[in-house]
């Protein structure tokens, strides 16, 4: 049965419209209530940065209060600090309210469990089931109430601190961090200054309306330029909500999750910490696969998006994981992924090997990847399509041994990305462009 409100992370799109209304997060926050405690709970509700999120946060107060719920709201803090404290508190839920990477007119809504886990597709259906319902509102004896907790960053802050090796500090580095304007504004650079690094906080500034706009993860140009302009020792990207981290060495040049997966599970294998196989995904690059390979390290795709990525380790019994986007799961350290939980991770093997970030990202080498979007105006099954299924085998014939090719149907837009990569430039754009057109032509006839 596939969910109706859910994606591969909550509910998410643009304000005012369905499904992000005020009406319809009173109600997810009832169904959700009486799903995870019929009896009533406590939960916790975090947010980041944008304007939409006051709304949102006063709609689902009422829904679990209404179900019996006590409610607990943290204001802005990072997707993995609301997780942590989930647990922390001990509460049945945690809610996080934002879009992540997403423009400020869109936001969000997703959940954790009791553990600092995000739901499961079964228990995400059972809250459809409901959601569509009568709102419960309990006897007034039994409604659930609601407060306001000011020391959630502190506590947020000493864990992230406590991740980070005791007998290391970062005095002696200068750090630009950018924010993305987002949930991680307060507690990033406070975190890094308290470790004792020069900090130079940009995109630290929100305003409601400015989250991921020209900034953070998804736009890191600013931030490249940023650190070879003030001469720092290397930069950090977080996005709106702080759950996914890309990194800049020294020179201005971009590490991207791939890069920031190896270098740790390089250091993890040399210090006997690495448990279990890393986890990336299909998208991730071939380079990443290649380069654990070479040193004895068994490599695993997932499907795209980090709960996948987090199942597959949870069965696999791996450690490390990971997106090429950022999105970076460190299981011995925390139960999600957090950009600021991976940065200090990077940051200590910085510190303890005395060598520039440049220095250490050298270790592998990404091949040159092609994506192209094939809009298709009708869902394709891309299993069973035969023009499809011929077109991926042309192109898999032609790269041999030397690359490898990807169709994957989008999840929130109609179209096919289409991707190609290998060891040669020119052989990939050539067969990506090829396979492209082939699909292209392939959904517009009967499959």
């Given at each position: 049965m596939s969910r109706k409100y859910f994606g591969t992370d909550g509910v998410r799109?643009?304000?005012g419209r369905e499904p992000m209304t005020v009406d319809f997060a009173l109600r997810l926050a009832n169904a959700a209530a009486r799903v995870m405690a019929p009896d009533g709970g406590s939960v916790v509700i975090g947010k980041d940065t944008r304007v939409s999120g006051y709304m949102f946060e006063s709609a689902l107060e009422a829904g679990f209060v209404a179900a019996g719920f006590d409610v607990y709201m943290l204001g802005p803090l990072p997707t993995p600090g609301i997780a942590y404290i989930t647990n922390s508190f001990d509460a049945n839920l945690g809610v996080v309210i934002s879009a992540s990477h997403n423009?400020?007119?869109?936001?969000?809504?997703?959940?954790f469990d009791s553990n600092g886990a995000k739901l499961s597709d079964e228990i995400e259906l059972q809250i459809e089931a409901l959601?569509?319902?009568?709102?419960?509102?309990?006897?007034?004896?039994r409604l659930g109430r609601a407060k306001r907790v000011d020391t959630a960053r502190i506590k947020y802050q000493d864990?992230?601190?406590?991740?980070?090796p005791a007998d290391l500090d970062l005095t002696g580095m200068k750090i630009v961090i950018d924010t993305s304007h987002g949930a991680g504004y307060k507690v990033g650079p406070r975190c890094l200054a308290e470790l004792g690094a020069e900090i130079v906080p940009i995109g630290c500034s929100p305003n409601g309306r400015n989250i991921n706009d020209g900034c953070g993860s998804t736009a890191p140009g600013f931030l490249q330029t940023t650190v070879k302009g003030v001469g720092a020792d290397l930069g950090i990207a977080l996005d709106g909500d702080g759950d996914r981290l890309l990194m800049v060495d020294e020179k201005g040049t971009l590490l991207d999750g791939d890069q920031l997966l190896f270098l740790l599970a390089t250091e993890k294998q040399a210090a006997g910490e690495l448990e279990g196989p890393v986890v990336g995904t299909v998208m991730s690059n071939l380079g990443l696969e290649r380069a654990l390979q070479e040193r004895g390290i068994e490599f695993v795709r997932a499907k795209v998006g980090d709960r996948y990525v987090l199942e597959k380790l949870r069965q696999s019994g791996g450690i490390l994981g990971g997106e090429t986007s950022g999105h970076m799961i460190c299981l011995d350290r925390t139960t999600t992924g957090d950009g600021l939980v991976t940065a200090l991770q990077v940051l200590a093997i910085v510190k303890r090997a005395g060598k520039s970030l440049s220095e250490l990202g050298r270790g592998m080498r990404l091949y040159p990847q092609q994506l192209i979007n094939v809009r298709a105006g009708a869902r394709v099954d891309l299993q069973t399509h035969e023009g499809i299924q011929a077109a991926q085998a042309r192109a898999e014939s032609d790269l041999g041994d030397r690359g490898r090719v990807v169709l994957r149907a989008s999840g929130t837009e109609p179209v096919i990305r289409v991707m190609v990569e290998g060891d040669e430039l020119g052989l990939v754009e050539k067969t990506a462009s090829e396979l492209a057109q082939a699909v292209e032509a392939a959904v517009r006839s009967p499959a």
């Open positions: 799109g643009q304000v423009p400020f007119f869109d936001n969000g809504i997703k959940f959601v569509d319902g009568p709102v419960l509102t309990r006897d007034s004896s864990f992230l601190r406590s991740t980070f």
